[in-house]
């Protein structure tokens, strides 16, 4: 007797009042059964959906890249300063920092020569130190400048009137701190209001010594580098790349002034304290970028400047209105990467400021 084919069989359970078989439908639970029989009940196959094609498909891509970078580091940065006004606060920098360099510069020499007295060759070297983080303010090497070196002193007409002379000069000094203060506490997304008066006008006024000291320090580390480059070509009779060797040096003492400026302005004048690191990737952001607009010169800063007919009789002004605003932007940036917001603080859904531990009111 041939078998037929037809459904599986198995014998009945004990007590079960049947034939002896009982025909066992198909297979049904996860799977492929699952799948066959949600097919015939019309069921749509979730592995058979449909996926874009052509342009949609393109379209998504460039999506998912977008999705991808907002969330990387420097895109938040650049969201977090964009949020805080980054912008308009680098112009407020700029436009304080013209009013108020010019007074910092007098106290600035009028101190320096009051210490060290009449040493040419250091004031030409803080000359050209000014000239390099700030070109065209200061007239060295038979260079035109905004003011001349030997003028940014205070006349001894009177222990009074340069006592008030120097008490103007110091509160107008101070303006562009201020506006730096709160640039910079932006990119913290830290609370403006509600500060103690005296202790911000406190590390206004370290900040404008500590910028200072970093200007004299730089220059006279480089006097100190360019000292050491040629007595070592002297003794050791070696000119080959003695240029390069203190030209090099120059760089990174330039960087670690402005990283050490980047920390002062950050620890001391905006009264933040983010994690070590994060304040030392910053620090590190700020020597590079500035560095690099060094490098550049004015020249890149000056073509946009010069072009501009309205500029056409102040090229000088224009060109350090917009490298003052320049670095006020590598700046910030370098704050807002310093102060890592999140994407729920970026969306207004997380703490107002992750890394503003610092003492909001001082």
């Known amino acids: 007797m041939s078998a037929t084919a037809g459904p599986a069989a198995r014998p009945d359970p004990p007590g079960y009042g049947g034939t002896g078989q009982v025909e066992v439908g198909p297979a049904r639970g996860a799977g492929t059964a699952h799948l066959l029989v949600g097919h015939e009940l019309g069921e749509e196959d979730p592995t058979n959906s449909r996926r874009p094609t052509g342009f949609a498909a393109v379209w998504a891509a460039v999506q998912r890249l977008l999705a991808a970078w907002n969330r990387t580091r420097a895109a938040r940065a650049n969201a977090r300063f964009g949020q805080a006004g980054g912008g308009v606060l680098t112009g407020g920098i700029a436009y304080s920092a013209l009013f108020s360099v010019a007074a910092a510069l007098t106290l600035g020499f009028t101190v320096l020569t009051a210490v060290l007295g009449n040493d040419v060759d250091l004031r030409e070297r803080i000359a050209r130190a000014i000239d390099t983080s700030l070109p065209g303010l200061v007239a060295v090497d038979g260079s035109q400048g905004l003011v001349d070196v030997d003028e940014l002193q205070l006349s001894s007409r009177g222990v009074l009137a340069g006592v008030v002379a120097a008490v103007v000069l110091l509160v107008t000094a101070t303006n562009a701190m201020a506006a730096l203060r709160t640039a910079v506490r932006a990119m913290f997304a830290a609370p403006t209001a509600g500060q103690n008066l005296v202790g911000s006008k406190l590390r206004e006024l370290v900040g404008v010594v500590g910028i200072g000291l970093a200007v004299v320090v730089s220059a006279l580390l480089g006097l100190a580098v360019t000292t050491v480059v040629a007595w070592l070509t002297t003794v050791l009779g070696v000119g080959v790349g003695a240029g390069v060797t203190a030209a090099v040096a120059g760089v ?71 490298w003052i605003n320049l670095i006020s932007r590598i700046v910030l940036l370098a704050a807002a990467w310093t102060a890592d917001p999140s994407l729920e603080e970026l969306q207004g859904e997380g703490p107002g400021a992750r890394t503003a531990e610092g003492p909001a009111a001082g």
């Open 252 to 322: 990174a003492v330039a960087f670690l002034a402005d990283a050490a400026t980047f920390v002062l302005l950050v620890r001391v004048l905006a009264a933040q304290d983010p994690p070590r690191r994060d304040l030392l990737q910053g620090a590190a952001i700020t020597g590079l970028g500035l560095g690099v607009v060094r490098v550049l010169g004015t020249s890149a800063v000056a073509g946009s400047a010069s072009r501009n007919p309205l500029f056409a009789t102040a090229v000088t002004l224009a060109t350090l209105l917009v």
